[in-house]
Structure formats: structure tokens, C-alpha cells
């Protein structure tokens, strides 16, 4: 499986972004789609997910009610929607896809794309 992650840049606090995950997909069955991001200095960590069939999402509590995952079936794509972006929110945001149910756990991924910069200034 290989991902292609894109729609990052540089916006202002308060503003949206919205990030893509195109996925094309061979011999693998994707459980779910995951967002995680990672800030200079720190781990990455999880930001969101979507399952694939049936569209159950999920976040983190630092971005509940302001991100909006969600995935285009047809297209093999995943979008993160992210509104009333503040400066924690600054790092290289990866997509990720899992053929398990842990899907907050990074381990349980096994593929990633490149990664693409949000940084949001205050």
C-alpha cells in the first residue's frame, strides 16, 4: 500500500486546513485510516481515524469538535478537516492504514505516507 499525504501549509490561528490521504491499495484490507502528527521535540501521537467500511470515527481529545475525518471510498481517500487551528496544533501530520481494531495505537499501523507540514501561526 502506498499513501501520498497532501493539503498541508502554513495558516493563521483560528484558520482550516484540510489534509488528503490517497491510498492505493494492493493485497491489503484496510481496517481503518489514521491521522497521527508529530511536533519537533516530540512523539508522534494520534489525532484520528476512520474505518473504512463502515465509517466509525475517532479522535483524540485535543482536536474533538474542531477536526472532522473522513474517507471517500471510491477514491481511496481520507480527508482530515481541521477548523479553528491554534499553534499546538503545529507538526508533520502523517496518514497511516491498519488491518486491526487498535487503531489510537501506532504500532498496529503498517503503512505510512511521506508526512506534510501544518504549521499554524498565532
Known amino acids: 500500500v502506498q499513501l501520498q499525504a497532501s493539503g498541508g501549509g502554513l495558516v493563521q490561528a483560528g484558520g482550516s486546513l484540510r489534509l488528503s490521504c490517497a491510498a492505493s491499495r494492493r493485497a491489503y484490507t484496510i481496517y481503518a485510516v489514521g491521522w497521527f502528527r508529530q511536533a519537533p521535540g516530540m512523539e508522534r501521537e494520534f489525532v484520528a481515524a476512520?474505518?473504512?467500511?463502515?465509517?466509525?470515527?475517532y479522535y483524540a481529545d485535543s482536536v474533538k469538535g474542531r477536526f472532522a475525518i473522513s474517507r471517500d471510498s471510491p477514491k481511496n481517500t481520507v480527508y482530515l478537516q481541521m477548523n479553528s487551528l491554534k499553534p499546538e496544533d503545529t507538526a508533520v501530520y502523517y496518514c497511516a492504514v491498519t488491518s486491526r481494531d487498535w487503531i489510537s495505537a501506532m504500532h498496529e499501523y503498517d503503512y505510512w505516507g511521506q508526512g506534510t507540514q501544518v504549521t499554524v501561526s498565532s
Open positions: 476512520v474505518t473504512w467500511s463502515g465509517g466509525s470515527t
